[in-house]
């Protein structure tokens, strides 16, 4: 999300605007204005994010991908299939970022049948390392989004309800081959509170679109490989909890490293790698221990194979807190010689500043570069954070 | 200016070959009058101070393109003291001293003695640590925002504290480390006085150094010994062994540790004992699971 592609935002500013928004700066240079197009663009995203309702943020998502014949086309470099690859590494990498104790699995679909590559999982590499392996798939016949669907919802069936379920398509044909009527699929689908959504690579499908309608998912379709990557990785940001979704407290435990002053720890096998064929168990010194049971694992997080307890580290729940405990928008105001410097990054204004961003919190002013890595990134207001009287509050809060 | 005081196998350090490699230090000095340590003996206050500048001048010493930046840590507010806004002290040369040095002394100690100086009163309110990283964060962005592309910026901070970390700050400093893990800035610590557990795990989440100082005379030796070398060198030197860091979560009722919890599957709030609602996002919840603890099956048509 960090690139700074112009083209990335073109969609986003519209383009009937853009013309009246490109002038030239005082040295006549056009690259000022782009700049300050995709600068804006990414604010205006920024404003519209809604916060103070409850999130769904124990996941759990089957990305089903399209593998039929459709999928080869060269509409997107260096294929469609290549191309889907490649942007859902990223995406995996930054929804287990921001979803940490949320989990994925993947199915593919050609040749009318429905396969599962991975089973619903916690661990980026993991999935990083099966998508990798996709590359080779033969890509042969028509899809059958029933099959794939059908797959999806047997397993995210047997998930406890307070669990959030999700579904995300993407869809390279504009044709499906099903077995039997899909609305009765869709029907399920929506009884069960499982959001699909859908992105197309070609045009519109009616089911697709039908299939998002009625179970709360979005459906889009593609204009361009940056677009593709922008619809994909709005579905990163954690949904509005799915209605009848039961709220739950979960049990949990939060194994610290064995910390025995003075002693050598000893060699002991972690129940990660007890059957894994390609990198077999290793004999390791420390690792995290099951509070309840003292199994081991090197990795967290993970749900103990002895005794089931979720095991998680503290920090790896901190990272999904900025979803609910977020930054207060900056307001926009003309710059007035408010201030001389910006209160992050320290830049000093100057008379070709057009705006400056006021936080309604601590009353700072800062940069646009600033607003955006604020509220993008760090979450947390410099000039709130640094004053006993302000640190603590948040838009929520 | 340079000095080759570490010799390393040229095919182990590839990135050190390149020249346009900048390095630069944000140093947090909490200089918060407030803390124990300044409290019992403000001296000390100078003692520090001048070991900060010596470390800051070695830094600038090891290469020419080395960067500096240093603030000031308080309660109310935090600032950056080096370079600081405004136009640069005129500074001439004085007993042959390197002008660099003496620019960065003199603007250190007077922009402090302002700061200070409008210090209020109150005595008894924490460093807002991680506030001030959070300064430093957007600092170090700007600087990769201008730098000229096919330059390398290797950003790290380093804080120096005698304050004690609170848990009052939990959400700032979770999100100032993952943030900084995000932009490969390196977090080190040198704790002057009280063990700072949760600055502790920022150091351990961006790869930095904590180290809580045994003896206060010793701190520009501990400074140049363990917080100077670049992290990719630190791999070969011999420095204090990592602590075992503690990961356990602080429940939301009590701050209190715990290894076993319960989290609310709406907004993942931490409490220690079941409760019916949440105290976080007001969510009520059903019966405590123990009491369907036979989990039905669903069985397979
Ligand atoms: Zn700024
Ligand atoms: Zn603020
Ligand atoms: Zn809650």
Known sequence: MDEDDPKEYRWETGYEKTWEAIKEDDEGFLEASIADIIQRAKRKRQSKKVYGTKL???????????????????????????????????????????????????????????????????????????????????????????????????????????????????????????????????????????????????????????????????????????????????????PPAACGQESNLIKMGFPHQMAVEGTEEPLTMCMCHVDSIDEGSKL????????????????????????????????????????????????????????????????????????????????????????????????????????????QLTQTG | MKMNNIELPAEQTPEFSSVDETSLIVVIFDSNPGQKLLRDNPHILTHCLDSIIAFSNSHLMQKAQNKLAVMACHSKKSEFIFPGSGKPLDVRQIDGQYETFTLVEKTIKQNLAKHLAGESPMLNTESLLAGAIAMALCYIARLQRSKSPGCMLNSRILVVTGSSDSAMQYMNYMNVFFTAQKQNVVIDVCALDQHLSLLQQGCDITGGLYLKIPQLQGLLQYLLWVFLPEPPIRQKLVLPPPAKVDYRAACFCHRELIDIGYVCSVCLSIFCKFSPICTTCHTVFKIPPLAVKAKKKKIKL
């Open chain 1, 284 to 391: 390791t010194t420390g690792g995290y221990y099951c509070p309840q049971c003292y199994s081991k694992y090197c990795e967290l997080p993970v749900e103990c194979r002895a005794c089931g307890l979720t095991l998680v580290s503290a920090p790896h729940l901190a990272r999904s807190y900025h979803h609910l405990f977020p930054a207060m928008n900056y307001k926009e105001f003309a710059y007035e010689n408010q201030a001389e410097i910006c209160s992050g990054c320290q830049k000093q204004f100057t008379e070709n500043e057009k705006e400056v961003y006021k936080c309604p919190n601590c009353n700072n002013y800062f940069c646009i570069d600033c607003d955006i890595f604020v509220h993008e990134t760090l979450h947390t207001c410099p000039g709130c954070a640094t004053n006993s009287s302000t640190f």
């Open chain 1, 56 to 238: 769904g943020m124990m996941r759990h998502l089957y990305v089903i991908l399209d593998c039929s014949e459709s999928m080869s086309s060269q509409d997107l470099k260096p294929t469609r299939l290549i191309c889907s690859l490649k942007l859902l590494e990223g995406f995996m990498e930054e929804f287990f970022d921001q979803n940490p104790i949320s989990q994925i699995g993947v199915i593919i679909m050609h040749n009318k049948r429905a396969e599962k590559i991975m089973n619903l999982a916690g661990n980026a590499r993991k999935h990083i390392k099966s998508l990798k392996n996709l590359n080779k798939t033969t890509l042969v016949g028509e899809p059958s989004l029933q099959n794939g669907l059908e797959m999806a919802l047997k397993s995210l069936k047997s998930l406890p309800t307070h669990a959030s379920r999700e579904i995300l398509i993407i869809m390279g044909s504009l044709t499906t081959c099903d077995p039997s009527d899909i609305n009765s699929t869709i029907e399920s689908l929506k009884k069960e509170g499982i959001r699909c959504s859908v992105i197309g690579l070609a045009a519109e499908v009616y089911i697709c679109k039908l299939l998002a309608d009625k179970t709360g998912g979005v459906y889009n379709v593609i204009l361009d490989d940056s677009h593709f990557k922008d619809l994909l990785y709005q579905q990163i940001d954690p």
